[in-house]
Nanobody, 115 residues
């Protein structure tokens, strides 16, 4: 049974940093490694939006304009884990963050940025 287990959310003041992790428990390597991987977020009253994605090869990263230069997505195939390093956080980054690997979704982790 495949589960995406997220961690690393929390509360931080504006300008601070957080690092989210998403571990693919039960996913075989031949599925994890080539899969496109992504982070999404959903703020209250808003639609879920793509924050960052990384290709299966790890050579192509894409970011929402609102997070470019502040967030970085990465992956560790040996740990079957993806990360989202978030720096210079702003109150508008407050949302529930979800990871996606292949067709699987994490349970979501809350990120709250205060002024």
């Amino acid at each position: 049974q495949v589960r995406l287990v997220e961690s690393g959310g929390g509360s931080v003041q504006a300008g601070g940093s957080l690092r989210l992790s998403c571990r693919a428990s039960g996913m075989i390597t031949s599925v994890f490694n080539p899969a496109n991987k992504a982070w999404y977020r959903q703020a209250p009253g808003k639609e879920r939006e793509l924050v960052a994605s990384i290709s299966g090869s790890g050579t192509t990263n894409q970011y929402a304009d609102s997070v470019k230069g502040r967030f970085q997505i990465s992956r560790d195939n040996s740990r079957k884990t993806i990360y989202l390093q978030m720096d210079s956080l702003k109150p508008e980054d407050t949302a529930v963050y979800y990871c996606q690997i292949s067709s699987y979704w994490g349970q979501g982790t809350q990120v709250t940025v205060s002024t």
